[in-house]
């Protein structure tokens, strides 16, 4: 509301473009209850089918009916979108298939259990988010909630009836929510359906009756449900009245408002309505108006202590900046709804019989509000207000500065005597008056106007030099000067504090814009530490220290502070930074937790994680006090915390992108030396085949050395084969000869190929029949399969067996490789996979540690998956998935090798 009475053209604006976003999206309906078994898939479906008699289209995406033969018969008629189909852990679940739905697009979609947990490999993990892409697309919802499924009521359902209720939704989205239906059931009622098995089979039931549904229990649950409905109804109601603008209060429920003013009494008021809303169970808010006019240190700094021990005992506070404390009061009254105020009471003044009381006055503007008046104790009684009070000894000299003007005016006024007439004297003294309440204030500027009319009258006005006055036209005109002068003072020094308030206003969000601007352009901690510096020393006069986190998000005891500060870097203390850093809260100075600290310490926190603490010394431990000041030091703390973790981000895009280009260089040099070795490796193998050809023929010991040669340069070239391979995955440049291929041909080449290294124990291959064929690289997955196999000979002893398994899982194929070695090291079973990574028994022979590194290459190309894991009754298992496609269905879409081989 504007301050005429209308509608504020901004809200007006804001109003509409929120009413035109809501109209491109569906509303969404919630169905709630206090626990399962009230009604409200009943109730749900009951409204869908009353939509359906109106023409609108309904589409059921889930509903489950939990076999009640009541609601499935309601079921009848509407159409039901089908479930999609989802492979999981070896059994293949039913879940909501939201393409299909996005794809039908009906008007209205029904989507029981708001709080489910998907299945995974759905494309959302909860059901609300998929209900949220509904609503996106324009799709009307209907949904049921109970009240445990509820984020911020879990732990309290949890503690009433001992089990705590894993599935969850943000509150957010309830409150968001268009519409919202209370399905209330008496818990006597329940328990009746539950023995009637209504709601669950008759042996769930009379367990259910032992464990959650307890009648004390359902009390508890359906109180919950109707308080969390209640709230939301009053949001719903407040909205309405800021949409129409209502003026009037509707006492639709007992709400508070605690006038602070100044005077001790402050503290004896909060606590007075902290008591009644906890009787009433009400909330309440406290409130301070400032006037613009000068209060003395200590009445500020009792105010301030007022509104934090409003928070602390649960108030909503608010600082107001009006003219007038009595209309601010009552229009912010209005605007929360709040039927009842609390004012201190004011003593009777017998020397001012026209002064009305705050109470009197708030009566008179606003009829309709009750006015609760709390005695003040004897310490206020005593005080003067600043009404009253002298003038502060450092004011006198702005009412001497007054004096001075008016007697300069006067002497400026006096050669002009008999030249000009009076009433153009008399703009002068007024010119006077003006200045004194632009720069000393309104009291100077009072006293100035009864200082200007009395040396107007005394030394202007016949007879001069005299009070006496000869024509009484002059009385006319010394209260017209005087009223005028006291307006105009008045008036103009009113706008000067405006002006001066908008100013500061101004300043700190210049201040933050700049602060903000130095923060984007700081990549190291020095920089950020260095703009804190800067901003903290000119706002609050106060040093800065930061404590970041590590690689491991643990706080880090080294602060970093800003170079080339005069004076000693504050000392922080560490047991508070880490109770700030842990906690997420401020503590130290000013604040509940260790308030006898000279730090203020807080806690940096970003959108992902807490990224650290910012400890703030201030040489004035005034100047960070107060719910203002702490406001700008909280949103100051917020955009640290940005920038901090903006430098993380860049590190981490640095680091990859370093990672990235060290990969490459040495996937270059890796081809480049793998190409080089190939040519003389070949030489070596044929040199040492020709010695053992040659006449006459070698001696045994010649014949001996020349197959060594022989062995090592094969193994050499294994290796060198195997750097080039890797070279080659890593840089795409492998393309995958992709046919139809069944599985057990390439496990039997596998067998054959890794003859040797299997030799010393008993190997089995355990294939179902009904595999199907799969599109593969057949020499490619052969040696992975080969890879697998020489790994498995390697760490495991002579004589133990090892096998080869598959089945098929959904859209997947598992092949897995078992032996019975020692298994791995916990933690080890995803290191192993790495590049040049080998075990502890393979270091001591020879080897690259690339075969496995290979193999999670070649199966991600196929589009699978590879890992390892230890087996239950001993040894390692190393398992890889791949698609299993679709396969040819008539033996014309077979392709047949060139060289007649196996498919």
Same mark, same amino acid.
């Given at each position: 509301m504007t301050s005429d009475g209308r509608p504020d053209p901004d809200q007006l604006l804001a109003r509409v473009q929120e009413e035109e976003a809501k109209a491109a999206r569906g509303k969404l309906k919630i169905f709630f209850g206090a626990s399962a078994g009230v009604g409200k898939t009943y109730a749900m479906l009951g409204a869908a089918r009353r939509q359906k008699e109106l023409g609108t289209d309904v589409v059921i995406g889930v509903v489950e009916t939990h076999g009640r033969k009541e609601t499935e018969a309601l079921i009848t008629g509407l159409e039901r979108?089908?479930?999609?189909?989802?492979?999981?852990?070896?059994?293949?679940?039913?879940?909501?298939?939201?393409?299909?739905?996005?794809?039908?697009?009906?008007?209205?979609?029904?989507?029981?259990?708001?709080? *489910?947990?998907?299945?995974?490999?759905?494309? *959302?993990?909860?059901?609300?988010?998929?209900?949220?892409?509904?609503?996106?697309?324009?799709?009307?919802?209907?949904?049921?909630?109970?009240?445990?499924?509820l984020e911020t009521l879990n732990d309290v359902v949890s503690g009433i009836a001992g089990i705590r209720v894993w599935e969850t939704v943000p509150d957010r989205i309830f409150d968001e929510a268009d519409e919202v239906v209370l399905v209330d059931l008496p818990p006597d009622d329940l328990l009746q359906r539950l023995k009637e098995g209504k709601v669950y089979l008759p042996q769930q039931a009379e367990r259910?009756?032992?464990?959650?549904?307890?009648?004390?229990?359902?009390?508890?649950?359906?109180?919950?449900?109707?308080?969390?409905?209640?709230?939301?109804?009053?949001?719903?109601?407040?909205?309405?009245?800021?949409?129409?603008?209502?003026?009037t209060v509707w006492q639709t429920r007992d709400a508070l408002l605690v006038c602070i003013g100044s005077g001790t009494g402050a503290e004896r008021l909060v606590r007075t309505g902290a008591r009644l809303a906890g009787r009433l169970e009400a909330p309440w808010h406290a409130v301070h108006v400032h006037t613009h006019s000068s209060e003395p240190e200590v009445e500020r700094q009792r105010i301030v202590h007022a509104l934090e021990l409003s928070a602390s005992l649960g108030a909503e506070t608010a600082t107001l900046v009006a003219d007038?404390?009595?209309?601010?009061?009552?229009?912010?009254?209005?605007?929360?709804?709040l039927s009842r105020l609390l004012v201190g009471r004011d003593h009777p003044r017998p020397w001012r019989p026209w002064y009305r009381s705050m109470a009197d006055r708030i009566g008179q503007a606003a009829p309709d509000l009750d006015v609760i008046q709390v005695a003040r104790n004897e310490d206020a009684r005593a005080a003067r207000s600043p009404s009253t009070?002298?003038?502060?000894?450092?004011?006198?000299?702005?009412?001497?500065?007054?004096?001075?003007?008016?007697?300069?005016?006067?002497?400026?006024?006096?050669?002009?005597?008999?030249?000009?007439?009076?009433?153009?004297?008399?703009?002068?003294?007024?010119?006077?008056?003006?200045? %004194?309440?632009?720069?000393?204030?309104?009291?100077?500027?009072?006293?100035?106007?009864?200082?200007? %009319?009395?040396?107007?009258?005394?030394?202007?006005?016949?007879?001069?030099f005299s009070f006496a006055v000869s024509d009484a036209q002059?009385?006319?005109?010394?209260?017209?000067?005087?009223?005028?002068?006291?307006i105009t003072g008045q008036l103009t020094a009113r706008y000067k504090q405006h002006a001066d308030v908008a100013t500061q206003r101004e300043a700190r969000a210049r201040a933050l814009y700049e602060m903000a601007r130095d923060l984007s352009a700081a990549l190291l901690p020095m920089q950020i530490a260095e703009a804190c510096d800067r901003f903290l020393s000119v706002e609050f006069g106060a040093q800065a220290a930061l404590l970041l986190t590590d690689a491991g998000d643990h706080l880090q005891v080294e602060t970093v502070s800003a170079k080339g500060r005069s004076g000693s870097p504050p000392i922080v203390d560490e047991g508070v930074a880490r109770w700030a850093f842990d906690h997420g809260e401020a503590a130290g100075l000013s604040t509940d937790t260790l308030p006898g600290s000279p730090l203020l310490y807080l806690p940096l926190k970003a959108p992902m994680r807490t990224r650290g603490v910012l400890a703030i010394a201030p040489r004035d431990p005034?100047?960070?006090?107060?719910?203002?000041?702490?406001?700008?030091?909280?949103?100051?703390?917020?955009?640290?915390?940005?920038?901090?973790?903006?430098? *993380?981000?860049?590190?981490?895009?640095?680091?990859?992108?370093?990672?990235?280009?060290?990969?490459?260089?040495?996937?270059?040099?890796?081809?480049?030396?793998?190409?080089?070795?190939?040519?003389?490796?070949?030489?070596? %193998?044929?040199?040492?085949e020709s010695i053992r050809l040659t006449q006459p023929p070698p001696t045994d010991d010649q014949a001996r050395l020349a197959g060594t040669l022989k062995e090592e340069a094969l193994r050499m070239s294994v290796k060198v084969n195997k750097l080039l391979d890797m070279a080659r995955l890593q840089a795409g440049k492998i393309?995958?000869?992709?046919?139809?291929?069944?599985?057990?041909?390439?496990?039997?080449?596998?067998?054959?190929?890794?003859?040797?290294?299997?030799?010393?124990?008993?190997?089995?291959?355990?294939?179902?029949d009904d595999l199907p064929l799969i599109e593969i690289d057949a020499v490619l997955i052969e040696r992975v399969l080969c890879n697998l196999l020489e790994n498995a000979a390697k760490f495991t002893p002579a004589g133990t067996h090892i096998s080869i398994s598959a089945a098929v899982r959904g859209s997947e194929v598992d092949v897995w490789v078992d032996d019975s070695g020692p298994g791995f090291p916990k933690g080890r079973e995803e290191a192993i996979f790495e590049k040049f990574e080998r075990g502890a028994r393979e270091s001591a022979t020879p080897g690259v540690g690339l075969g496995l590194a290979i193999c999670r290459a070649i199966v991600a190309a196929h589009g699978g998956s590879i890992h390892a894991e230890n087996r239950a009754g001993g040894g390692a298992r190393f398992v890889f998935s791949l698609p299993r496609g679709m396969p040819p269905t008539t033996a014309e879409e077979i392709v047949v090798p060139a060289d007649g081989g196996t498919p």
């Open positions: 979108l089908p479930l999609c189909e989802i492979p999981y852990r070896g059994s293949v679940l039913k879940e909501f298939d939201l393409d299909a739905a996005l794809a039908r697009r009906p008007a209205l979609i029904l989507m029981d259990e708001l709080a *489910h947990s998907n299945v995974a490999g759905s494309r *959302h993990p909860k059901r609300w988010q998929d209900i949220h892409d509904l609503l996106a697309a324009g799709i009307d919802v209907y949904s049921t909630v109970n009240v445990q499924h259910a009756i032992r464990n959650f549904f307890r009648k004390g229990n359902l009390i508890a649950l359906r109180e919950l449900a109707l308080r969390r409905t209640a709230d939301r109804v009053d949001d719903e109601m407040l909205a309405y009245r800021r949409e129409t603008s209502v003026a007038d404390p009595v209309t601010a009061l009552v229009d912010y009254a209005r605007e929360q709804n009070a002298a003038p502060a000894p450092g004011n006198w000299l702005a009412y001497l500065k007054a004096a001075a003007i008016c007697a300069v005016a006067t002497g400026l006024a006096t050669p002009l005597a008999g030249v000009i007439e009076l009433t153009n004297i008399a703009m002068l003294f007024l010119l006077a008056v003006l200045i %004194v309440a632009m720069r000393l204030g309104r009291g100077p500027a009072v006293a100035s106007s009864f200082l200007a %009319v009395a040396a107007f009258d005394f030394f202007f006005v016949a007879p001069r002059y009385l006319m005109t010394f209260a017209v000067m005087l009223s005028v002068a006291l005034l100047r960070v006090q107060g719910p203002e000041a702490r406001r700008q030091l909280d949103t100051f703390a917020s955009l640290v915390a940005i920038a901090v973790e903006r430098m *993380h981000y860049v590190e981490v895009a640095q680091s990859t992108l370093l990672q990235m280009e060290s990969e490459s260089l040495r996937n270059s040099l890796l081809a480049a030396i793998s190409h080089d070795l190939r040519t003389p490796l070949s030489v070596l %193998v044929g040199l040492a393309q995958l000869n992709r046919q139809w291929q069944p599985l057990e041909e390439i496990v039997g080449s596998a067998l054959m190929a890794t003859a040797a290294p299997l030799a010393a124990h008993s190997v089995s291959a355990v294939l179902p």
